[in-house]
């Protein structure tokens, strides 16, 4: 190649694959790849980003402040402290290219989620990925990580592929064994589907610390997450770096209104814990049933262990057959594992029977 080439490490960094959400000759496959919320959007949110196509030719509000004061007023949070961003991965990947660079090291676990090691390397960082325990989080082996190279500590609570969450307490052991220095940064992505008296999101931390920042997202429970909208809750100081970092104009007039709505319509965020709360339980079950294992989840998916990859794989390939969407996560370290989200009662009985088709035939 004799034309330009790209900064060191960006050919070694492996792009980000998302779920796929289509099949060849099945025209509506049941998708249950990406987490995304079963019962879709609000028809406020859908009415709002309608609306908002007659403004196409003006520029978005550049600080989404509307937005922002909606966010405040629903999660109790200091607006000024806010920052809206092209879903949470762009605000993760400014943290990333504010905090981190050549020699800097940014520590999460082993199973966390893929993009925290891609945007490190993005940036000529260092990732250092740190064994869980039981698919857990484990806050004494990623303070036993930390060196003094480590700028910034990830944690998704709860956890992407794995479901699990650390305690509040345990969140809180973790920010007081880092350096002040070291920025703790929690993607609480799924936090609106927890209902444990023991979990936080981090914003009370946030409030409390100097070096700690929360992640959301309108993606899952919200369900927006074709318009791709999430949001920060910082320390004033690590607020004003955002801004600073990124692009003046980064959330569309449609995401905007469409998050106001969102946010607004209570009954529809009910709806999507509600569901959640039945068929979460009931989805495990029925993996239990077929002698499959469950990690326990609080999320809106599950991860079913099969005894080895190749298991994994063949039951991957059936339900693709019958229709039905999941997630292979060999990606993250689990060959022998499949995520799949918590659909709708009539696409998920479905599945359950799909599966145990494929079960008695390979037995």
């Known amino acids: 190649m004799n034309g330009p080439k790209p900064l060191a490490g960006i050919l070694a960094v492996s792009p980000y694959v998302g779920g796929i959400h289509s099949l060849p000759g099945i025209e509506k496959p049941v998708v249950l790849s990406a987490n995304e919320s079963p019962l879709g959007p609000s028809e406020h949110a859908v009415r709002a980003y309608v609306a908002a196509a007659s403004e196409m030719h003006r520029y978005p509000e550049g600080g989404s402040t509307e937005l922002r004061h909606a966010i405040a007023d629903r999660f109790g949070c200091d607006v000024n402290r806010i920052v809206c961003g092209t879903g949470s991965d762009e605000l993760l990947s400014l943290l990333i290219k504010a905090y981190a660079g050549p020699g800097c090291e940014v520590v999460h676990s082993r199973h966390g989620f893929l993009m925290y090691s891609i945007a490190a390397r993005v940036v000529g960082a260092t990732p250092v990925s740190v064994p869980e325990a039981n698919y857990t989080f484990d806050v004494d082996a990623i303070l036993a990580a930390v060196t003094d190279r480590t700028t910034m500590v990830f944690i998704a609570n709860p956890n992407n592929p794995t479901g699990s969450y650390i305690s509040a307490d345990e969140l809180r052991r973790l920010q007081a064994g880092l350096p002040s220095r070291v ?169 359950v029977a799909c599966l145990e088709r494929h079960l008695a035939a390979a037995s």
């Open 183 to 351: 920025l703790l940064v929690i993607d609480a992505a799924y936090a609106e589907y927890v209902s444990r008296n023991d979990y936080t999101a981090g914003a009370d931390l946030v409030e409390e610390f100097d070096n700690v920042v929360m992640t959301r997202t309108f993606s899952k429970i919200f369900g927006l997450a074709a318009v791709r909208l999430g949001w920060a809750y910082c320390p004033a100081e690590v607020a004003d770096v955002l801004n600073r970092v990124r692009n003046p104009f980064n959330v569309t007039v449609a995401a905007q209104a469409a998050g106001i709505a969102a946010l607004a319509d209570v009954a529809h965020i009910d709806r999507g814990r509600e569901h959640n709360d039945t068929w979460l339980p009931w989805l495990t079950r029925e993996m239990n049933r077929l002698g499959l294992t469950v990690h326990p989840s609080v999320g809106n998916f599950i991860m079913v262990r099969f005894k080895d990859a190749e298991s994994a794989t063949a039951a991957y390939n059936a339900l693709l057959a019958g229709g039905f969407i999941t997630r292979l996560i060999a990606g993250y370290g689990l060959p022998e594992c499949i995520r799949i989200t918590v659909g709708l009662e009539e696409e998920i009985r479905p599945l």
